[in-house]
């Protein structure tokens, strides 16, 4: 497995990495869990990136990362523990790292990162924005002073706010999720430009869109549900006729699509089971994607080159629908559960 430079870090990290939702009890549990851990590191993989938002996954990562000898760059994050959750409350923040190195059975936690730290109306993490403030700036300070965290960094979901967050300077990685990927290019403006200039680390979550850029919808583009615009419909029209014209299974052409870009340090995989992290490494390593189909990929993305306002931030083929916004998408799974990890 290709290894990439995690920015300034300095951190050497697998260019595919683990996703943390499904290696929980929302998968397969703690067994299937040390089967996808040590087949990882047996395909070359490095690094794991977990949270307290996605149910036990640190519990679970913890028990199975205890008897691997090989090194792993762990990622977690800050955010929804404990309830009531309080993002300026310094204490709980603390209480919530101290409980992350507990779970995963650590002493140090490579990087420490703020979820969801660019959509204030569900996490204030910010007291100020010019300059950049808040309690958890402090903390994860003093955190790095200890030796408790190496290094910090954001993850979140949106362009402009996270963009913004990213020129502050204060973090060294930022993973960046529904934002850049086969279709969607927004990131791409600007986001990642942002972290390169300052040489941050890139993590690319989402590569496969939760499920919506591998499971055809073929019928439901007929039909046109409520919530899909015209531009999206003729956007999926023709990704699908590319991919009938190529012979190319939609999840190896969206993870080569991901890893063909330079300046992404590792694209986390949210893998189920072991046959999905071992298909997933297959593909990766077929290479990046021809020029040619680059270029196709980037006329089909140019048909729709931003997001409708209305449209759900995890495009809800196969699912019930009842209104704008991803709080809406499916079954009764929180948000930050969804925003950073893939489902194959």
């Not at 549990?29 to 490095?46: F, K, P, Q, S």
């Not at 204030?120 to 010019?130: A, G, K, L, R, V």
């Not at 969607?184 to 993590?203: K, S």
């Amino acid at each position: 497995m290709e290894q990439r430079r995690l920015g300034r870090t300095e951190l050497s990290v697998s260019l595919l990495s683990v996703g943390g939702l499904y290696t929980s009890s929302l998968a397969g549990g703690e067994e299937e869990t040390a089967r996808i851990m040590r087949r990882a590191v047996d395909l070359g993989i490095n690094a794991i990136d977990t949270a307290p938002a996605y149910a036990d996954s640190e519990a679970t990562v913890g028990r199975a990362i205890a008897g691997l000898e090989a090194p792993l760059v762990v990622t977690t994050k800050l955010g929804g523990r404990p309830q009531p959750f309080d993002a300026r409350d310094a204490a709980g923040l603390r209480a919530s790292v101290e409980e992350s190195l507990r779970l995963l059975g650590r002493e140090t936690i490579d990087v420490l990162m703020v979820h969801e730290p660019d959509r204030p109306q569900q996490y204030p993490w910010w007291t100020s924005y010019d300059p950049l403030d808040g309690p958890v700036l402090q903390l994860i300070d003093e955190l790095k002073a200890a030796g408790t965290i190496r290094f910090a960094g954001l993850a979140g979901t949106t362009v402009t706010e996270l963009t913004a967050l990213v020129k502050s300077d204060r973090f060294d990685v930022v993973l960046t999720a529904f934002n850049y990927n086969a279709l969607f290019r927004e990131a791409r403006d600007t986001v990642i430009p942002a972290a390169v200039e300052r040489d941050m680390g890139v993590a690319l979550a989402s590569a496969l869109g939760q499920g919506f850029l591998t499971k055809r919808a073929d019928d439901e583009l007929a039909e046109k549900p409520v919530w899909l615009a015209e531009a999206r419909r003729r956007q999926f029209l023709a990704y699908y006729e590319l991919l009938d014209e190529l012979g190319i299974a939609p999840a190896e052409l969206c993870l080569r699509f991901a890893t063909s870009d330079p300046h992404v340090s590792t694209v986390p995989i949210g893998c189920k089971t072991v046959e999905h992290l071992e298909a997933a490494v297959a593909a990766v390593e077929k290479g990046p994607l021809p020029a040619d189909v680059r270029s196709r990929l980037d006329e089909i993305a140019a048909l729709l080159p931003r997001r409708p306002y209305e449209e759900p931030m995890i495009l809800p083929f196969d699912k019930k629908y009842f209104g704008p916004g991803p709080a809406n998408v499916g079954a009764a799974v929180p948000v930050g559960r969804l925003a950073l990890n893939e489902d194959h």
